[in-house]
């Protein structure tokens, strides 16, 4: 079974774009220390790291709180996971129906936040984009190596956009049978709250949990401080972790990131990224390299991090300025190489480095 949200190479140069500075947590002997556990594991085609801190927890509730995890994201995965074919979305891609769907809670909610994000970004952000991320090779069908020709895109154009789908109480409409969706975008996002919230239900209160860079944190890490988290600097190869833009500390919210430096392929010589600009049919072409954004919870973060990537450095900012409860980090690469920060005014309160 393929559980992946993202193509397998993700895995590759281990997909963390916010990377956690574990070391970082408890150097300075603080008395109040507490215990941690942390465990890792993989999903949605990368990789998660999770961490507990609080009171100790012996070695066979460490084991069956790690395997009660992979089974959280398995049920997870079973819903909103494009890549695995009996998945409740897979199902209601291959739906032909222009009827209303019958679709579970969860798959209507994370759908309806989609919608959201697409209303509010005037399109840059859009569910519907699947044909064009698998004709590029970014999504659930192996791509092309050449670019789409006008007429290609034009096709594209009228299978895509947020008025295709509508959103009822237990259902969903496409608006024609050829309506697809991806939910890659924001799925990690999901997935760190989905699984932060499961800990929390057990009795757990200091939370980290890492889905492929994206972050949801509780409470404090074992120093009894703000959970600290590294930005990486978007450089082309770089190894998480090796080169930091900033550190900031959270708790109590998430930090999600998108940028054009891991995931990304070669197309007649060109290099493209996997976020896709639904309003014209192509690979973002703008100088904007990452995004990081902090919000409440980290389905919120993920896709303002993507919706930004996709509006660009001038665009991305002012939107997202004017968003409640939400601060981003944009980072642009300029043509001499070197790179160029901007950031919304609340975001610098979180820098501690
Ligand atoms: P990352 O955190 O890896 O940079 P993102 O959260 O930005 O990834 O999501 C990128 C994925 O979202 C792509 O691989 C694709 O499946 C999907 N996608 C690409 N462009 C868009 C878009 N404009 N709107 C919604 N989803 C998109
Ligand atoms: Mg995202």
Redesign the pocket.
């Known amino acids: 079974m393929n559980t992946n949200?993202?193509?397998i190479s993700?895995l590759i140069p281990n997909?963390l774009?916010v990377c956690l500075l574990l070391s970082l947590g408890n150097c300075n002997g603080d008395s109040e220390a507490l215990a941690e556990f942390a465990f890792n594991g993989s999903t949605m085609g990368?990789t998660y790291h999770i961490i507990i801190t609080g009171e100790p927890i012996d070695s066979k509730a460490r084991a069956a709180l790690a395997t009660s995890v992979d089974s959280a994201l398995l049920d997870f995965n079973r819903i909103l996971s494009?890549y695995e074919d009996q998945s409740e979305i897979s199902r209601f891609n291959r739906n032909k129906s222009t009827y209303p769907i019958h679709v579970s809670d969860k798959l209507r909610e994370v759908v309806k936040t989609?919608q959201y994000?697409?209303e509010s970004s005037g399109g840059?952000?859009?569910?519907t984009?699947?044909p064009?991320?698998n004709f590029f090779g970014?999504?659930?069908e192996p791509g092309e190596n050449r670019f789409p020709t006008v007429e290609e895109i034009d096709s594209w154009l009228q299978l895509t956009g947020c008025d295709k789908l509508e959103v009822g109480d237990s259902v969903l409409t496409k608006s024609d049978p050829r309506i697809t969706i991806?939910?890659?975008?924001?799925?990690?996002?999901d997935g760190a709250d989905y699984i932060a919230e499961y800990l929390m239900a057990r009795g757990h209160q200091n939370i980290f949990v890492e889905i492929?860079?994206?972050i949801m944190t509780y409470g404090f890490n074992k120093a009894n401080k703000p959970w600290k988290v590294g930005i990486d600097r978007p450089t082309f190869g770089g190894a998480p972790g090796a080169d930091l833009q900033h550190v900031i500390q959270i708790s109590n919210e998430a930090i999600?990131?998108?940028?054009?430096y891991?995931?990304y392929r070669e197309v007649e010589g060109k290099r493209i990224s996997?976020?896709?600009?639904?309003r014209n049919g192509s690979?973002?072409a703008h100088n904007l390299a990452?995004?990081s954004v902090i919000a409440n919870t980290c389905l919120i973060a993920?896709?303002l991090?993507?919706?930004v990537?996709?509006l660009g450095p001038e665009e991305g900012l002012k939107w997202l300025e004017n968003i409640a409860d939400a601060e981003g980090l944009l980072i642009t690469r300029e043509t001499d190489g070197s790179f160029k920060e901007y950031m919304t005014t609340g975001f610098k309160e979180y820098i501690i480095d």
Request: hydrophobic share 40%.
């Open positions: 949200f993202k193509r993700k997909a774009l990368t494009t989609g994000f697409c840059a952000f859009d569910i984009v699947a064009i991320v970014f999504g659930f991806d939910l890659s975008a924001i799925a990690k996002g492929g860079g994206e999600a990131s998108s940028g054009d891991r995931n996997h976020t896709i600009d639904p690979p973002i990452s995004v993920d896709g991090s993507t919706s990537m996709v």
